[in-house]
């Protein structure tokens, strides 16, 4: 039975017995957070694209914790200059992490990493969500997205118990993409992640729960740190 736990932003982990997954670690620089980088015991480390508020932590706690980082082959590199052991893989692929199988599918948003003394911007590979099977259940992390048709293909392909998907708006979907988006992927619980860190992205997500069950969907928010079981 899989533990589900929200360390706020985008930041989730799935935990099955022993054995856990992190993905988008963003704890030092989210001040909604009650976790920190020190707390945080896990296997691997996914990470859906390469902006600075979803791999922050990436590399203290994979040190920490021997943890493997698995990124798309751009950013996995980079994170190997880091002197972390990667998994590299690519849009479609999956990857076996024995207690999970991750499959690497589409978001539609931008990847880079901004090296703020040179002022440059290095290529990070394409954004993605992660359909995740652990526990014999089926979670879906959408990564940061847009609204995209493609989402409806990944809902009539996978029975998704739960789907964590972002409704801040300004940088990603807002709740009302993020409402046909939880439509398309047919999810039987959908959490809503990426919203309230900064002032950009603010909303209200007890609302946005209240439009999913008027819409026949089932949704739950979960406030950082807080966790469900399946």
């Known amino acids: 039975m899989p533990i589900l736990t929200f360390h706020g932003h985008s930041c989730v982990q799935i935990a099955v017995e022993e ?11 989210n001040a909604l ?18 902006h600075t508020d979803h791999i922050l932590d990436a590399e203290p706690i994979a040190k920490a914790n021997q943890a493997k980082v698995v990124a798309i082959v751009e950013l ?8 972390l052991e990667t998994i590299g893989m690519n849009m479609g692929g999956t990857v076996d992490l024995g ?3 991750a499959k690497m599918v589409q978001a539609y948003h931008t990847s ?39 989402m409806k293909m990944i809902g009539e392909r996978y029975d998704i118990d739960v789907a964590f998907i972002p409704i801040g708006g300004h940088y990603t979907m807002d709740p ?11 999810a039987k619980l959908t959490i809503p992640v990426h919203w309230n860190t ?8 007890n609302k946005f729960v209240m439009r999913l069950e008027e819409n026949g969907l089932q949704g739950k928010v979960l406030q950082p740190g807080e966790s469900l079981s399946l």
Request: avoid cysteine; hydrophobic fraction near 45%.
């Open 99 to 101: 207690f999970a199988r």
């Open 112 to 150: 880079g990493i901004v090296i703020e003394d040179k002022q440059q911007i290095m290529y990070g590979g394409m954004p993605a969500g992660y359909v995740i099977q652990a526990g014999g259940k089926t979670i879906l992390h959408a990564g940061d997205t847009s609204l995209f048709g493609d």
């Open 198 to 205: 900064f002032p950009a992205i603010q909303q209200d997500a």
């Open 33 to 50: 957070a009650v976790s920190q980088p020190e707390d945080i015991i896990t296997d691997f480390i996914l990470l859906t694209h390469a």
């Open 176 to 186: 009302e993409d993020a409402l046909q988006a939880a439509q398309w992927y047919g």
């Open 76 to 83: 996995a590199t980079y994170m190997s200059w880091k002197g």
């Open 19 to 29: 054995q856990s997954l992190l993905i988008d670690p963003f704890l030092r620089g």
